[in-house]
């Protein structure tokens, strides 16, 4: 989030905690209540776009790292039995099929990995009558398959994080003007009956209402006199 869409937020939450402390004033009337109610579910929005932002994905690489180590581990004990059945059984075709290395497999893309190991558990379940004497079971051909599930679920995910964090970035500075808006012409106005029923909350509301700047400075949010329809944001 920037700085200044920062600032906004931090007074957004500045605004909402006040009129929380003095609900007294303003339970009473129900389009207040309202309001604030939607300026509440809004905050919290802009908090957890905020959160999403700054997840880091380097954790989601290094899961999607291992589980692909897990699998390529797998799928070379499988390939070595069918390797050393084609070498018993002089079948050049299944030894070329078997003819998987480390390098190789670490150089398949996520989408080829998949092919390569469906290919390979398809060959075994063919021949697992005769992969027996290699040692070569049922419950390993399994495990291979459910290696190869663990990976398809885990394979996009990053891709996935860091989509969803543009996405994020992109919508967070609509959503904070959206808000400044919402309370110019809405809440502002809203709060001025206060101005001399309870002048001393309306003070602090307008203190509330203060934006600071990077230099530490602030300045007031001022509402417009004109009247102005206003799509409240998403609740």
């Known amino acids: ?52 932002q700054t997840r880091p994905t380097k954790g989601i690489t290094e899961a999607k790292s291992d589980v692909r180590g897990d699998l390529e581990d797998a799928v070379l004990e499988l390939s070595d039995a069918l390797g050393a059945l084609a070498a018993e059984r002089d079948d050049r075709i299944l030894e070329a099929a078997a003819d998987v290395t480390p390098s190789s497999l670490g150089r398949l893309s996520g989408e080829a990995l998949d092919r390569e190991v469906t290919s390979l558990v398809k060959l075994a379940r063919e021949r697992l009558s005769e992969l027996a004497p290699h040692g070569v079971s049922e419950a390993e051909v399994k495990e291979v398959e459910d290696a190869q599930k663990a990976f398809a679920a885990i394979k996009t995910q990053p891709r996935q994080a860091i989509v969803g964090r543009a996405a994020q970035t992109a919508a967070l500075p609509e959503r904070v003007s959206a808000m400044k808006e919402f309370l110019r012409e809405r809440l502002d106005r809203q709060m001025r009956r206060f101005r001399r029923s309870q002048p001393e909350f309306y003070a602090e509301y307008r203190g509330a209402r203060v934006v600071l700047g990077e230099n530490g400075g602030g300045k007031e949010e001022k509402a417009t006199d004109e009247k102005v329809e206003v799509t409240p944001p998403a609740a």
Request: hydrophobic share 50%.
């Open 1 to 52: 989030m920037k700085r200044t869409d920062e600032n906004y937020v931090v007074m957004f939450q500045t605004v909402a905690e006040l009129c929380a402390k003095h609900r007294a004033v303003w339970s009473a009337t129900p389009a207040v209540v309202e309001s604030l109610r939607l300026l509440e579910a809004e905050i919290a929005l802009m908090r957890e776009a905020s959160v999403t």
